[in-house]
């Protein structure tokens, strides 16, 4: 039995729009550091990733603007819904980050965050640049003519012609 065997991942949700809006350079799987009604929260799926974005600050890896919707079944005890959630990393990673971050224009975003192997929730990070509308254009016109080709060339064997 190999290691992948054992790792099942469930993804909880994903930033579309980051795909969309920005080119993926180098993407990091991090733990998030999480209060006990938060991760039931998570494991719920109550989670928006839109506008989100990470930092470094003092040596350590934040997450910001993710919205985990307040537990139902909490008490007084339950969670702020948008609050600066901690990120970890090691170490060697994190220095790794910083001199990449240092070059111009580049981001950290949230792509997706999913449970692994049914316990720890994880975050996968990315390190972008910004698309320009004509960047975006482009994109969709070359997705649209591969769909073009995709069902022409499925099309073809279905057709009988006499």
């Keep these: 039995m190999?290691?992948?065997?054992?790792?099942r991942i469930k993804t909880v949700a994903q930033n579309r729009k980051a795909r969309h809006d920005y080119?993926?350079?180098?993407?990091f799987e991090c733990g998030i550091v999480l209060t006990g009604t938060e991760i039931k929260s998570v494991r719920n799926g109550n989670l928006n990733l839109k506008d989100?974005?990470?930092?470094?600050e003092n040596g350590e890896l934040w997450?910001?603007?993710?919205?985990?919707?307040?537990y139902e079944k909490g008490t007084y005890y339950n969670h702020e819904p948008e609050?600066?959630?901690k990120l970890l990393m090691h170490k060697h990673e994190l220095i790794r980050l910083r001199s990449k971050i240092r070059e111009k224009g580049l981001t950290l975003v949230p792509l997706s965050v999913y449970i692994k192997d049914n316990r720890r929730a994880k975050v996968e990070l990315a390190?972008?640049?910004?698309?320009?509308?004509?960047d975006k254009r482009d994109?969709?016109?070359?997705?649209?003519?591969?769909?073009?080709i995709a069902r022409?060339?499925?099309?073809?064997?279905h057709y009988d012609e006499d």
Excluded: E, Q
């Design 2 to 7: 190999s290691k992948n065997d054992n790792s």
């Design 127 to 134: 390190l972008v640049k910004g698309r320009t509308s004509h």
């Design 139 to 148: 994109m969709i016109a070359d997705r649209d003519a591969k769909r073009t």
């Design 63 to 70: 997450l910001f603007g993710v919205h985990i919707s307040p």
């Design 23 to 27: 080119f993926i350079l180098d993407a």
């Design 152 to 157: 022409a060339v499925r099309g073809k064997g």
């Design 83 to 85: 609050r600066d959630r």
């Design 52 to 56: 989100s974005y990470a930092s470094l």
